[in-house]
């Protein structure tokens, strides 16, 4: 996920305005799943790692969306890219 990377830097770079948030826990979720395969990864974990690692302060429903996300982009890759009906 480069291209997320690189929205993070943009995001955290911006002198003057808050980080995005969505951003933020994109990239939260993305370390959770890489990191915290077993048990898997939970809200909480992407909360703590959005805490820790960008100092965002999340909500549960944010983090939940993420790791959600995260999840269905995740099993896309390693579906090579195919969808259900082909």
Do not use: C, K, Y
Request: proline share 7%; net charge neutral.
């Amino acid at each position: 996920m480069p291209a997320l990377w690189l929205q993070v830097l943009h995001s955290l770079s911006r002198p003057g305005t808050a980080p995005d948030d969505d951003i933020l826990a994109r990239a939260a979720a993305d370390i959770a799943l890489r990191e915290h395969p077993r048990p898997p990864a939970s809200a909480e974990v992407v909360l703590e790692i959005a805490r820790t690692e960008f100092a965002a302060v999340l909500n549960r429903t944010q983090a939940q969306a993420a790791l959600d996300s995260a999840r269905r982009a995740a099993r896309h890759r390693d579906d090579g890219g195919r969808t259900r009906d082909g």
